[in-house]
């Protein structure tokens, strides 16, 4: 390895979407080398959703949320990324009207527009998608306007271009073994191949983070797995249906593959994705099978076509939120992003600005103060995943 290919401004640990949409932030003033231990999105970049609905699943930051839908919006028609809009459901359980009419309102203020619908205002705008007016335990529903989906691979793909043809270099099949610390001063990386130099490395490792960082940060974050199926519906899919997710099951749905539903959700614990079975659970099953078309009257008599329980395990904090920080009680010049259990696509946009903000001390295009590591008193890493649904329900 010459020299030249040994000292950078900035390393990123991990090609996945935050490590690629970090390299392509900073890569227009940076020199910048992204290092992966596999492949450029191959973890759980590959086996994301594609639902994008940051408004919803951050009602308390529209700031955070309008700002991830701008990207997408702008960012659509480079390379082979489309942006689709499609409108996001979620219906309100019993004892969340109040604050949902008043998120919708807040969030509508914000120019994310938001609906509130009781169940006959709903099934009259929105005829036979649920059945709200003929279930208890719903007072109305929510519908939010800037929502959309994307396919992960074009998005992740497009970007790692744009990074590289910012300058951006991408070194793959490359373990980390170590930050390089000189002095509690970030010095650069040790890899299995050798060391690479630079005053500045972006961790964004997923859940391998905290296990990288154990000599240099403590960080309560943990695997787990999503689990999902796709189901292909007897009388095919409505025009225009609308993407979703329900509170107290866990779940969400978007349209795929023309008429076809997936539906994901029910996140698992795990202690270690690489020694640990990758299969969905009975509970899911029985709750696309039985639970769900209790709701929504297109899935009666359709079929699951494919299942998928993410093999690599993804990141989680215990509140949901990710982690965004240069940590005082860490060496100087190492930035953390980890931690995307409400969803590390969705939310790429804002890790990007994020980063880049840590990186060249600039400021972020929204308070990061939510994400800093300060906030949690206890690092340990065993915890329960949160419910990233529960907004709008009955305390």
């Given at each position: 390895?010459?020299?030249?290919?040994?000292n950078?401004?900035?390393?990123?640990?991990?090609?996945?979407?935050s490590?690629i949409?970090?390299?392509?932030?900073?890569?227009?003033?940076?020199?910048v080398?992204?290092?992966?231990?596999?492949?450029?999105?191959?973890?759980?970049?590959?086996?994301?959703?594609?639902?994008?609905?940051?408004?919803?699943?951050?009602?308390?930051?529209?700031?955070?949320g309008?700002?991830?839908?701008?990207?997408?919006?702008?960012?659509?028609?480079?390379?082979?990324?489309?942006?689709?809009p499609?409108?996001?459901?979620?219906?309100?359980?019993?004892?969340?009207?109040a604050?949902?009419r008043q998120?919708?309102?807040?969030?509508?203020?914000?120019?994310?527009?938001?609906?509130?619908?009781?169940?006959?205002?709903?099934?009259?705008?929105?005829?036979?998608?649920?059945?709200?007016?003929?279930?208890?335990?719903?007072?109305?529903?929510?519908?939010y306007?800037?929502t959309?989906?994307?396919?992960?691979?074009?998005?992740?793909?497009?970007?790692?271009?744009?990074?590289k043809?910012?300058?951006?270099?991408?070194?793959?099949?490359?373990?980390?073994?170590?930050?390089?610390?000189?002095?509690?001063?970030?010095?650069?990386?040790?890899?299995?191949y050798g060391?690479?130099?630079?005053?500045?490395?972006?961790?964004?490792?997923?859940?391998?983070?905290?296990?990288?960082?154990?000599?240099?940060?403590?960080?309560?974050?943990?695997?787990?797995?999503?689990?999902?199926?796709?189901?292909?519906?007897?009388?095919g899919?409505?025009?225009?249906?609308p993407?979703?997710?329900?509170t107290?099951?866990?779940v969400?749905?978007?349209?795929?593959?023309?008429?076809?539903l997936?539906?994901?959700?029910?996140?698992?614990?795990?202690?270690?994705?690489?020694s640990?079975?990758?299969?969905?659970?009975?509970?899911?099953?029985?709750?696309?099978?039985?639970?769900?078309?209790?709701?929504?009257?297109?899935?009666?008599?359709?079929?699951?076509v494919?299942?998928?329980?993410?093999?690599?395990?993804?990141?989680?904090?215990?509140?949901?939120?990710?982690?965004?920080?240069?940590?005082?009680d860490?060496p100087?010049?190492?930035?953390?992003?980890?931690?995307f259990?409400?969803?590390?696509?969705?939310?790429?946009?804002?890790?990007?600005?994020?980063?880049?903000?840590?990186?060249?001390?600039?400021?972020?295009?929204?308070?990061?103060?939510?994400?800093?590591?300060?906030?949690?008193?206890?690092?340990?890493s065993?915890?329960?995943?949160?419910?990233?649904?529960?907004?709008?329900?009955?305390?």
């Amino acid at each position: 390895m010459t020299d030249s290919k040994s000292n950078y401004d900035v390393v990123v640990i991990g090609a996945g979407i935050s490590g690629i949409i970090g390299a392509y932030e900073l890569a227009i003033d940076h020199d910048v080398l992204v290092i992966d231990q596999g492949r450029v999105a191959n973890d759980a970049t590959s086996r994301a959703s594609g639902l994008i609905s940051t408004p919803q699943v951050f009602p308390d930051m529209p700031a955070f949320g309008a700002y991830a839908i701008d990207f997408f919006e702008k960012f659509s028609g480079t390379g082979i990324f489309s942006y689709k809009p499609r409108r996001k459901i979620q219906p309100v359980l019993n004892g969340g009207e109040a604050a949902a009419r008043q998120h919708a309102q807040e969030q509508s203020e914000q120019d994310n527009p938001v609906h509130y619908y009781d169940p006959h205002e709903f099934n009259e705008r929105f005829p036979n998608v649920a059945r709200l007016d003929a279930l208890e335990g719903y007072d109305g529903v929510l519908e939010y306007e800037r929502t959309g989906m994307i396919d992960p691979m074009d998005y992740a793909h497009s970007l790692k271009n744009q990074a590289k043809s910012r300058g951006a270099e991408f070194r793959t099949d490359t373990e980390v073994l170590d930050v390089l610390v000189d002095n509690d001063v970030v010095a650069g990386v040790e890899t299995e191949y050798g060391r690479v130099h630079a005053p500045k490395v972006v961790c964004a490792a997923g859940w391998r983070t905290n296990e990288l960082l154990a000599d240099h940060a403590e960080l309560p974050v943990r695997p787990f797995r999503w689990q999902a199926v796709e189901v292909k519906l007897s009388d095919g899919l409505p025009t225009a249906y609308p993407m979703g997710s329900e509170t107290s099951m866990e779940v969400y749905w978007r349209p795929i593959n023309g008429d076809n539903l997936l539906i994901g959700g029910r996140p698992i614990t795990v202690g270690s994705p690489a020694s640990e079975p990758s299969t969905i659970t009975d509970s899911f099953q029985t709750m696309v099978r039985e639970q769900l078309p209790e709701l929504l009257p297109v899935l009666e008599d359709a079929t699951i076509v494919r299942e998928e329980c993410c093999p690599t395990g993804d990141s989680a904090t215990p509140d949901a939120l990710p982690i965004y920080d240069t940590p005082a009680d860490a060496p100087d010049g190492l930035v953390i992003a980890t931690g995307f259990q409400k969803g590390g696509i969705m939310s790429s946009p804002c890790t990007g600005a994020a980063i880049r903000s840590l990186v060249a001390d600039e400021p972020a295009p929204f308070s990061l103060e939510p994400f800093q590591l300060s906030r949690f008193d206890d690092r340990s890493s065993d915890f329960p995943l949160m419910n990233i649904y529960t907004a709008f329900r009955e305390s």
